[in-house]
């Protein structure tokens, strides 16, 4: 599996066979003028990532972004089927945690932000 942190990327990319699971435990509806998936803002579905068997969970919060004037969200999760790319966590992951890089030892360490 390959992952990638990557900034500036206002959303988290997942294979098609993972992002229906996701539409679905959102409830979220594709909108044609939008052309993304919208939900309810009130969600507080959240998105656990599992890497080296720790599970990241990632809130409602840091998913969904709102749409002025509206009750609705975008909802920042998208399908992208790469070969060799399997997801890339952008804004969403970012946000809810900090990363710390060794380049010495080609590693990423990650920590639960506070915010």
């Known amino acids: 599996m390959l992952l990638l942190i ?19 435990a959102f409830d979220a509806k594709y909108n044609d003028e939008y052309e ?3 939900v309810d803002c009130d969600s507080d579905v ?8 720790n599970d990241h969970v990632i809130e409602a919060k ?6 002025e004037n509206t009750d609705q969200c975008i909802l920042s999760v998208e399908p992208l089927d790469l070969f ?8 969403p992951f970012i946000r809810q945690f900090c ?5 010495e030892q080609q590693r990423v360490g990650l920590a639960k932000s506070k915010a």
């Open 36 to 38: 993304l998936y919208l």
């Open 99 to 103: 990363q710390v890089h060794d380049v």
């Open 84 to 91: 060799g790319i399997d997801f890339i966590l952008g804004d």
């Open 46 to 53: 959240s998105l656990t990532i599992v890497l080296n068997n």
């Open 6 to 24: 990557l900034v500036p990327l206002s959303l988290i990319t997942t294979p098609s066979r993972i992002f229906d699971k996701i539409v679905d």
């Open 62 to 67: 840091h998913l969904l972004l709102k749409i």
